[in-house]
């Protein structure tokens, strides 16, 4: 009984720490200054820089690892809600988006084999095969643009 306690409590360990490391899976590098966080549905992604005058907040760096999305549009939706949710955090109200691409993040694989042996010969074969794993990849700077300047866009 005990062993089936311990069992259950390093499972439970183990899940809380994959949990806890697919959780930090967005970094920041300041750059400016932050500002009172806001709510990541006010911060907009630019693919060039805005027309208007921005301040420059933090270089973001994220991924799509620990996210439940399995195609490309699934992660790539992660990726951008991850860099939207970091900016807010520091007040960026933008993101000029500098690339998102696949980063391979582990393989799986699967194998068989088969032997028999019979006096003083031996046969076997077997078969193996791999695929890799890929996140989607992103990063951007995110920046603050005046309110007023937003309105006249």
Known sequence: MRKVTLFRSSAL?????????????TSHVMVGQARPPISPDQVRIYLRPPASKYEEIALLDTSSKGA????AQGKTDAVMERLKGE?????????LL?????????SVGSGFANAT???HSAT????GSSATVYHKKGN??????EPDQLAAR
């Open 124 to 127: 076997a074969f077997g078969f």
């Open 140 to 145: 951007g700077l995110a920046i603050y643009v």
């Open 68 to 71: 439940f999305a399995f195609s």
């Open 117 to 119: 042996a019979s006096g």
């Open 13 to 25: 360990l183990a899940m809380l720490t994959t949990i806890a490391i697919a959780g930090c899976a």
């Open 87 to 95: 900016a807010a955090k520091l007040g960026a109200n933008g993101i």
């Open 98 to 106: 500098e690339g998102v691409g696949d980063q391979a993040g582990g």
